[in-house]
């Protein structure tokens, strides 16, 4: 195996009780007379997921330690891969052969009260799993994972909401469930005890995407139809959610539903007049620090502002670029202080929120781009902390990027070709998450 090139300090440890393969790191009390925020990141880096191309395997990389800790092989190869709210589990997504399973990163916190102890341990792939048709679109809160399951018309098999908390996935316990009479291509939002999703009419339909979404309530397992909002969403592809506000994607504009308490209410952002032919916010992002969500049509992308009802171009191309870059993924970071873009040129883009101007841009790819294999591409990761990862399949590497420094702070060499990368470990502050 090839030398790694992380050059991270390793965390004094202590033994636990209870067997050797469990590690305590111990961590400084909490000063509770400081009420500055430090943001302080976890002592332990962190894990990767890492699906091989073209290969039913993945591996859990440790970066503290720079090795390859466990491989799995799994029924075909990942179409996915996710990290649950608290970053401990990682979700692999093998959607043809109707398969979800989670790992464990073994990466965990035993709170103290006035501190945190990082427990480290093996990573386990664990008895939660499902085996629901065609697993699709992945979405968070706080503390929920939600998959949409699209189901299959040839087999007439109807689409299917399953949404797992952290305590369902370490006791292999059901979670609730929305079951559909028709399958679907759509999109769910959880919200505490309800859920935003979306409906399709089989009956008037001119394709798989819905056109309507529902709110419904949990009760011993199972969601219940609440209301269906008068505002429709014709060709509905794409979702998020802040703090308060859930956005879907339309061809006709965005739909914007609130929640007040336990009351929700619905409005339609047109598209702009810029918008011509089939173009149409099909991808729509948010965070819980962001009134702001950004939607992405026609391989653009948009700040989508709700309270003055607009969808204004975000200008985040550097013109002077030789080739003109395409975006391969994207997401906040940092907070919700930056959105971060990933382009076909091996480029991380840094946009600053509050105004989605270019904070900079950092070249995490240096190899030879031409070389890149076929059907591979870069993927992204990112992480609660000031660190993301970038996959390289040319040099078969996972390049690190420090967010606070704007550069290359690490890079990690694998033993196959990179596709789809999640970072999983300890999130830290406290709360911390993702969507």
């Known amino acids: 195996m090839s030398p790694l090139l992380f050059a991270f300090a390793i965390p004094a440890v202590l033994t636990g009780c209870g067997g050797g393969d469990t590690k305590i790191v111990e961590r400084d009390p909490i000063p509770i007379e400081d009420d500055h925020d430090h943001d302080d990141e976890p002592t332990h880096q962190g894990r990767l997921l890492v699906a091989i191309k073209d290969q039913p395997k993945v591996g859990i990389w440790d970066i503290t330690g720079a090795t390859l800790l466990e491989e799995y092989t799994l029924t075909e190869p990942a179409s996915a891969l996710y990290a649950s709210p608290s970053y401990r589990y990682g979700f692999v997504i093998q959607r043809l052969a109707n398969r979800v399973n989670v790992i464990d990163s073994g990466l965990s916190q035993e709170d103290h009260g006035d501190h945190k102890d990082d427990i480290i341990e093996a990573p386990r792939w664990l ?5 629901k048709t065609r697993p699709t679109h992945f979405t968070l ?102 703090k308060t506000q859930i956005a879907f994607g339309c061809t006709d504009g965005v739909l914007v539903i609130t929640q007040t308490g336990d009351s929700f209410s619905a409005k339609k952002i047109a598209n702009p ?53 395409t975006a391969l993924a994207y997401g906040f970071a940092d907070d919700g202080e930056l959105f971060v873009i990933l382009d076909n040129q091996g480029k991380i883009n840094l946009l600053n929120t509050n105004n989605w101007s270019i904070s900079t841009r950092i070249q995490a790819i240096t190899s030879n781009i031409t070389a890149l294999p076929a059907g591979s591409r870069f ?16 040099a078969n590497q996972i390049k690190q990027i420090d967010l606070e420094t704007a550069k290359v702070s690490g890079s990690l060499q694998l033993t196959g070709t990179p596709a789809k990368i999640a970072w999983i470990g300890i999130a830290e502050p406290a709360g911390n998450h993702h969507h």
């Open 273 to 325: 007049t810029s918008f011509t032919g089939a173009t149409r916010v099909g991808t729509v992002l948010g965070d819980e620090h962001r009134t702001e969500f950004v939607g992405i049509a026609a391989g653009q992308f948009f700040a989508i502002n709700t309270s003055a009802g607009t969808i204004t171009p975000i200008n985040w191309v550097d013109t002077s670029s030789t080739t003109i870059p």
């Open 127 to 131: 008895a939660f799993g499902t085996d």
């Open 141 to 242: 809160t706080e503390t929920q994972s939600v998959i949409f399951y699209d189901g299959n018309g040839d087999t007439t098999t109807p689409a299917q909401v399953g949404v797992y908390t952290e305590d369902n996935i370490k006791n292999n316990t059901a979670g609730n469930s929305l079951e559909y009479t028709t399958h679907m291509h759509g999109a769910a939002q959880a919200r505490g005890d309800y859920l935003l999703s979306t409906i399709r009419d089989p009956l008037t339909a001119t394709s798989t995407l819905p056109d309507k979404v529902g709110l419904y309530k949990a009760s011993n397992g199972i969601y219940a139809e609440q209301q269906v909002f008068s505002e429709t969403c014709p060709g509905l592809h794409g979702s998020a959610q802040n």
């Open 379 to 394: 993927e992204l990761a990112l992480t609660p902390g000031h660190k993301i990862y970038v996959s390289d399949p040319i």
